[in-house]
């Protein structure tokens, strides 16, 4: 069960690590999203819808794997408006009265699921053995909506029979509550081995022969720039510095995401950016990976680079689980974000950037990446 119904390069990914890895076992795998979809053009995998979900686990019980990303504590409304941009606009103006009431959950479900990601097992409502396991996800009780809910949030998780998660933040927001958490990179990391670039060339919808030494450029929508005219001189400056062009590629096409729409403005500034964008989520893998820096404010995109080696930097504090992800895992070359004004600190992280640590914490923490998967397995017998 993940996000994986919305057009988010790292939501999408999940689904497809998980078959990957537990394809030998056996085992039926069935994906279920908020909603019944088909991204397959995009690369992803269908997902079933959760009243489906609901109707399965209450008639065989099996096991809940929880897939990852900034699940955790998000309410039924803001999931929904991740996916139907009328929705998404909507939400505005009943913000408050979906927060206090939770009431989309009737729309998208039975309505007996308080928290989507975070079901308790008395709510699946099944006489079968149920299992709940979250896989290296993110959120904190003080970023939720439904903070004010927490004794729900608190059932749900002490429900669980196994819990990782990608960060500190998150591991100590839990502890909070008195539960106890593994905290592991997030799965993603793993996606070269799954994927290796040799492969990534027969999946890509583009000739890549005509690529020259860039940079790789993402912003999402509600990252924007407060001031675009010195970002771009910024941007203009870099480029000339460090001999590179830019390409923007947007990663989050789904609502409140929407990269496309200031890179698209970006790209008709100068010729030192060439927009592309992405038909798969291969296309996007493969320009990360191929990249000599990546630049932007997506936390997948960064395990991406980090994944295939390439020096990454992310860009706007206002990000707080990239930072955080950072100080949790990557501190030894980065560990924050660089606001907008400081593209001109950038020339020299990247001069200093340490090859050498960044694989030996690469290969470490890939070993933690097998080894949650391991433990994740041992709780599935």
């Known amino acids: ?87 998404s606009k909507v939400l505005f103006r009943i913000d408050r009265f979906e927060a206090k009431f939770n009431l989309t959950r009737f729309f998208l479900s039975d309505g007996n699921v308080k928290v989507p990601f975070a079901p308790q097992k008395k709510e699946l409502r099944s006489s079968k ?21 927490w004794r729900d949030f608190k059932k749900s998780l002490i429900d669980a029979d196994y819990i990782s998660v990608r960060d500190k933040r998150v591991s100590n927001s839990l502890k909070e509550y008195g539960i106890e958490s593994v905290i592991t990179p997030d799965s993603a990391l793993i996606i070269s081995d799954l994927f290796p670039f040799e492969e990534l060339l027969g999946k890509i919808s583009f000739n890549p022969d005509q690529l020259k030494d860039y940079i790789f ?13 010195e970002f771009f001189q910024q941007l203009k400056n870099l480029s000339e510095k460090l001999e590179m062009e830019i390409i923007l590629c947007p990663i989050g096409l789904a609502p409140r995401h929407e990269d496309d729409i200031y890179l ?48 990454f930097i992310p860009m706007d504090k206002r990000v707080i689980k990239v930072e955080e992800y950072c100080k949790t895992w990557t501190f030894k070359n980065i560990n924050r974000c660089i606001n907008y004004s400081e593209l001109n600190e950038i020339p020299e992280i990247f001069r200093n950037w340490d090859s050498d640590i960044a694989y030996e914490n690469l290969v470490a923490q890939k070993e933690l990446v097998y080894k949650n998967f391991k433990n994740i397995e041992q709780h599935l017998i």
Not at 32 to 44: C, H, K, P, Q, T
Not at 129 to 149: C, D, H, M, W
Not at 217 to 229: A, E, V
Not at 272 to 289: E, G, Q, R, S, V
């Open 264 to 311: 698209t403005e970006l790209s008709q500034k100068s010729e030192i950016f060439t927009f592309i964008m992405p038909k798969n989520i291969y296309d996007i893998m493969f320009l990360i990976a191929n990249s000599k820096i990546y630049l932007g404010t997506s936390l997948h995109g960064l395990i991406t680079a980090q994944s295939f080696g390439v020096p």
């Open 1 to 87: 069960m993940s996000a994986s119904d919305r057009i988010n390069y790292g939501d999408l990914l999940f689904p497809i690590i998980i078959e990957k890895l537990f394809d030998d076992c056996n085992t039926k795998i069935i994906k279920y999203g908020i909603v019944e979809s088909n991204l397959s053009d995009f690369g992803a995998l269908p997902t079933l819808s959760y009243r489906e979900f609901q109707r399965n686990i209450k008639k065989d019980g099996g096991n809940v794997i929880v897939g990852g990303g900034e699940v955790l504590f998000v309410d039924w409304g803001s999931l929904y408006a991740f996916i139907n941009f009328f929705y």
């Open 217 to 229: 450029l993402q912003i999402g929508k509600p990252y924007t720039p407060p001031n675009k005219t």
């Open 129 to 149: 053995e149920i299992k709940i396991i979250y896989n290296a996800v993110g959120g904190t009780f003080k970023n939720s909506r439904l903070r004010n809910k």
